[in-house]
């Protein structure tokens, strides 16, 4: 169990009160659309952006905190989980965290009344892993700066008021804020599609933007330090996210392995199911520790998350949630199997956690560089 404070005990008790009570009977219903209702909910009780200032509407307290809250609701509703996670952990936290105070008042409150969301498009057709590829870029046009690219993969666009988009500056990699609204005119939808998890994402795009120097966030030789800060965090909320898809099907899967009979007992008390349990409440349980160590550690050096630690837990929890979710259905048999159950549901979702926020080889890749360059991890 995680060594919590009163207070962060409080948010979880609360949350996990809310959501069973509020959020159970509609979850796994949504069929790709956003829960509206459990957004307005958690706005009106003051859950939406934890994380965030309190001149923002936000809660005014750390990532830990929000990461805690996309456990607490996705033990029951992942996706209401998903979307505390992209509002809490992406690009949100990526204009508070570099953003000017004009864009911050324009933006955070939206995000914390429930009114808006920020959706944030970094890969592009032919640049995923390789942003150094990325062909999206800001020029500069006398004193004015002007954005044109591709991007594809974009969750979120539909219900979106702005994204957050990477681009290649003359003066190295940044970021920029695009508001979907003001500039319409310049932003072509190529097509929409429907990833295995029935969510829609986006390709589109970019004309001739002309970009206020208040919606730059970040740039020039720090500006990729800096955005590589932002991503670290929304690995770790990645890896919050798997870990209460995992904790909703095993969950599940004990549940009913302790109702279900067979033989004339029930199937809980045969050597093989307990072992799948046993295997994945350790598997979870490690999961969890690697990524509440990564955040305690990010916030105890100035919220910052090191490259290891986010890495680490986000390769061993996208691992992770795709087996538990996977023999959580092997308990359930072809009840599970079938579509709109929602283990079939969780295996499609749980898949997306190897891939979003950078994939399994990425990590390893990271995880690597850094042992050659820093040795192995400090015992204490």
């Known amino acids: ?54 001149e923002y509407g936000g809660g005014g307290m750390g990532e830990f905190e929000a990461m805690l809250s996309i456990e607490a609701v996705g033990q029951v509703c992942p996706d209401t989980a998903e979307y505390l996670y992209n509002q809490q952990m992406v690009a949100p936290r990526a204009i508070e965290m570099f953003g000017s105070e004009a864009i911050k008042e324009r933006y955070l409150p939206g995000v914390t009344a429930g009114d808006e969301s920020v959706a944030i498009a970094i890969s592009e057709p032919e640049a995923g892993s390789d942003v150094g590829a990325m062909t999206t870029r800001v020029r ?21 008021s702005a994204v957050v988009v990477w681009a290649k500056f003359p003066d190295g990699m940044g970021s920029v804020v695009v508001d979907l609204e003001d500039d319409a005119d310049s932003v072509e939808i ?26 730059v966030l970040t740039r020039g030789k720090e500006g990729f330090k800096q955005q590589l800060q932002a991503l670290n965090w929304e690995r770790l909320g990645s890896a919050t996210l798997a870990n209460a ?39 979870l349980e490690a999961s969890r520790a690697l990524t509440y160590r990564a ?39 072809a009840n599970g199997y079938q579509q709109g159950h929602p283990l079939e549901y969780l295996y499609r979702l749980a898949r997306g956690r190897r891939l979003a926020a950078g994939t399994d080889e990425i990590q390893k890749t990271q995880i690597a560089a850094a042992l050659k360059r820093d040795g192995l991890p400090p015992l204490a």
């Not at 919590?4 to 509609?26: H, M, P």
Request: aromatic share 6%.
């Open 1 to 54: 169990m995680l060594s919590l404070s009163a207070e962060q005990e409080l948010v979880v008790s609360s949350l996990e009160e809310l959501a069973r009570r509020e959020f159970s009977d509609a979850a796994f219903s949504w069929d790709g659309d956003l829960p509206l209702e459990n957004i307005e909910l958690l706005a009106d009780r003051g859950y939406l952006g934890l994380n965030i200032a309190e």
């Open 140 to 160: 500069e046009d006398g004193d004015d700066l002007i954005l044109d690219g591709e991007k594809v993969w974009v969750s979120n666009i539909p219900h979106a």
């Open 190 to 215: 190529e097509q929409h599609y429907t990833n295995m998890a029935d969510h829609t994402q986006t390709q589109f795009r970019m004309h001739d933007i002309e970009v206020p120097e208040t919606h």
């Open 245 to 283: 898809i995992a904790r909703c099907a095993l969950e599940k899967a004990l549940e009913y392995a302790q109702q279900r009979e067979q033989f004339d007992q029930p199937i809980a008390e045969f050597q093989g199911i307990e072992w799948k349990l046993a295997d994945m409440v350790k598997r």
């Open 295 to 333: 955040a305690s550690n990010a916030e105890a050096q100035g919220r910052i998350p090191d490259r290891m630690d986010a890495s680490l837990a986000k390769l061993t929890s996208g691992e992770m949630v795709e087996h538990v979710v996977s023999e959580s259905l092997q308990i359930h048999g």
